[in-house]
DNA sequence: CCGGATCCGATGTGATACTG
DNA sequence: CAGTATCACATCGGATCCGG
């Protein structure tokens, strides 16, 4: 949790647009991970998160929050404002699922691309 | 699985809809569980999924097939047409995790919606 | 620093009618 | 029986610009 995030951490892993299972929208799995070893500030997220706009970002945290799955703690002090967001006992629920879920993701996505690739290429032949 | 599919077994539980986490389109959960005691044809499936319309059945179990989880078997006489849906072993393995993520749901479906009723009802207080 | 406002294209979902 | 064709509509994700 100290460390910060790393920028690539979602760039090649957890591909969530090509899998079958997702959490929310788009961005939710990657928040709830983001979050999965303490608070993080809404700047935090947007390291690894760089692909995701501001707005698109902000609507995602949202949802989470209008499901109960994170709270949001702002402060203002002199120093300016602090938006932090941290998972609730529900959101820490999730986890485990998430976790399920991934993993049969990361066992399964070779034999998923490849049924893919396998089924567009036998359309293409039929379209031609 | 010789017994055929209530037509209400998608109709007070697994609300789909209101789940955060969603696997494939919004009825392939309800087609996988179908199909996780055997093999259904086309029309019995539309008896427990009698919302969803033909064009959009037939997109899910393309979305299915398309990602290897369950085959379609195509067989012609003269009593007519018969295809059926089955899972393939890939479409099984999957049956676990989503166990895992419907237990979650139905474990946590009230502390869900409270929060949601919870926020809307906050934001409205804010709007108004 | 943490967003909101606005506009827009892409995608998902559905009703209705029709077909090999 | 097992789908297709067409049209319509809502929601999603994003680009861009603006604000406290």
Redesign the pocket.
């Known amino acids: 949790m100290r460390e910060p995030l790393p920028p690539d951490l979602f760039d090649e892993v957890c591909p969530t647009a090509l899998s079958p299972v997702r959490v929310g ?3 939710a799995a990657m928040i709830l991970t983001c979050l999965a070893d303490g608070p993080r ?3 935090e997220l947007r390291v690894p998160l760089r ?6 970002l ?2 995602s ?1 949202r949802a989470l929050e209008r499901d109960g799955l994170i709270a ?1 703690d702002e402060t203002r002090a002199a120093s ?4 932090e967001y941290r998972l609730t006992p529900l959101g820490e629920s999730l986890l485990g699922p998430l976790e399920v879920v991934c993993g049969w993701v990361r066992e399964h996505i070779d034999e998923l691309l490849a049924a893919r690739e396998s089924f567009d290429a036998a359309r293409e032949r039929r379209t031609a």
Chains 1, 2 share one sequence.
Do not use: E, I, N, Y
């Open positions: 929208d788009k961005w500030r809404f700047s692909r995701v706009t501001p707005k698109v902000t609507a945290l949001r300016g404002r602090r938006v």
